[in-house]
């Protein structure tokens, strides 16, 4: 045992003694999620347990844990089930993600939506949501008032990125708050829940609760820039896939609300002219040309500002914490969140 090392979202944590206690707890996690994914009738269990069985980073019940290291009690059985009800609401939304995105992929292996069809996989996902809800009682009301308003603005951020940007809105403001709903939210609840599970004081669980919304919306933000600035190779995915299915994210919108000629081109590249929607580019050439274009204009020097306000924004809540190792493995994933867009 003394030779396993923890990873946090591909970092090593090393292999003492903090490091195996996080590495036991994750390990619960994963028991208690197949298990609870398991106890259904055998009909749902195949497809319930489908996408915990294909793996994952498990980013939101190790936050979940690590925030747990702030109270008295964090090697409490409570933290192991707020963890993963944080990882099942997780689940269930990629199940229904990828019927929207009509997705035939996920982390490696075939979509629910595409092994069994769509409505399997969207019973799947409710099924998770159930088997959540259930879990969550065993934490008291105030657990499960937190997960409802959680799944709510999971679903409300959900419904703004599908029905867009309105007249009088700005799209920048109305991205970042789906970018919040959809992501920052659910690691906030993470945070909030693994210090409130230990027994941590008030402004403990407020402070974990405010980081686990900067590092989710920065993971996202970051994930915008990874999408136009890497190289096919040292990422994992292919750059402009966001451009190839007509989502502008933080960078091309700034570029876009610009008035230079980066901007002019841009907006002839991405935007349809008749509907002012966004355009899908399907020619390779114009990919390379729009990735060509963002890559140095002002559009990304902002998102990249934006990102340094996160990371300090981060920071300083991250100063308020006691030091030791779980605030230094906290530092690591904010630094990692920045510093992987090169």
């Not at 946090?8 to 996690?29: C, H, N, R, T, Y």
């Not at 092994?115 to 809800?133: E, K, P, Y």
Request: aromatic share 4%.
């Amino acid at each position: 045992m003394h030779h396993v090392k923890s990873t946090i979202a591909g970092l090593d944590l090393g292999s003492d003694e903090f490091s195996l206690a996080v590495k036991s707890s994750l390990a619960q996690v994963e028991d208690l999620l197949l298990r609870e994914l398991s106890s259904g009738d055998d009909l749902l269990t195949e497809a319930a347990t489908h996408l915990a069985k294909a793996g994952g980073k498990r980013f939101r019940p190790m936050f979940a844990i690590l925030a747990a290291q702030f109270g008295p009690k964090p090697d409490s059985v409570d933290v192991i089930t707020a963890a993963t009800v944080v990882e099942m609401i997780h689940l269930a939304t990629l199940y229904h993600d990828d019927v929207m995105d009509e997705a035939p992929m996920r982390r490696g292996a075939a979509s629910a939506n595409s092994r069994w069809g769509n409505s399997v996989a969207i019973l799947s996902g409710d099924f998770l949501f159930a088997r959540a809800s259930r879990l969550v009682s065993t934490l008291g009301p105030h657990a499960v008032l937190i997960i409802a308003d959680t799944f709510a603005e999971l679903v409300t951020g959900q419904m703004r990125e599908t029905v867009g940007t309105t007249a009088g809105l700005d799209p920048i403001e109305h991205y970042l708050k789906v970018v919040w709903e959809k992501t920052g939210s659910l690691i906030s609840a993470a945070g909030r829940f693994g210090a409130m599970t230990s027994q941590a004081d008030d402004a403990t669980i407020e402070r974990l609760a405010r980081l686990g919304d900067v590092i989710g919306t920065a993971f996202q933000v970051s994930d915008d820039i990874i999408d136009i600035t890497s190289v096919t190779d040292d990422s994992g995915k292919t750059p402009g896939t966001d451009l190839r299915e007509g989502v502008h994210t933080l960078p091309v919108l700034y570029a876009l609300a610009g008035d230079d000629q980066t901007a002019v081109e841009l907006r002839s590249l991405l935007v349809d002219s008749e509907t002012s929607r966004p355009r899908p580019l399907v020619d390779d050439d114009e990919v390379a040309r729009a990735l060509e274009l963002l890559r140095s204009s002002d559009g990304m020097a902002a998102t990249r500002d934006k990102l340094r306000e996160y990371q300090q924004a981060a920071e300083d809540d991250l100063a308020e914490l006691p030091a030791g190792p779980a605030r230094d493995a906290l530092s690591a994933l904010a630094a990692y969140t920045i510093e992987r867009t090169g």
